[in-house]
């Protein structure tokens, strides 16, 4: 089972950028889809999630900038970066969850499955 993130890069703020997240290996159809990220000396950083009844959570950090979303037949997840910040700069990563409860959906642990990372850096 693997997850291929893609769609990282250099942009000012402001501007928008839209990452990728394939999977490849097995269906994850009933799975929890999420994106987390790690700036550099940071803890891991819940970003956004969607179960597989399309219900999406995300931090509050990002809500109304950043939308999640899934295709099914493509076996992807994606998230969509509007107005971005200097501070939304760090290593974003995809990840997947066979089992995790409500409660649990923000805590990286509760993730068995994890893409590579790709780079987005923001300037000012």
């Known amino acids: 089972v693997q997850l291929q993130a893609s769609g990282g890069g250099l942009v000012q703020a402001g501007d928008s950028l839209r990452l990728s997240c394939a999977a490849s290996?097995?269906?994850?159809?009933?799975?929890?889809l999420g994106w987390f990220r790690q700036a550099p000396g940071m803890e891991r950083e819940f970003v956004a999630a969607?179960?597989?009844?399309?219900?999406?959570v995300y931090a509050d950090s990002v809500k109304g900038r950043f939308t999640i979303s899934r295709d099914n037949a493509k076996n992807a997840v994606y998230l969509q970066m509007n107005s971005l910040k200097p501070e939304d700069t760090a290593v974003y990563y995809c990840?997947?969850?066979?089992?995790?409860?409500?409660?649990?959906?923000?805590?990286?642990?509760?993730?068995?499955?994890w893409g590579q990372g790709t780079l987005v850096t923001v300037s000012s």
């Open positions: 969607i179960r597989y009844n399309n219900h999406v």
């Open positions: 990840s997947a969850s066979s089992t995790i409860i409500s409660s649990e959906i923000s805590n990286h642990r509760s993730y068995n499955y």
């Open positions: 290996g097995h269906s994850f159809r009933r799975y929890t």
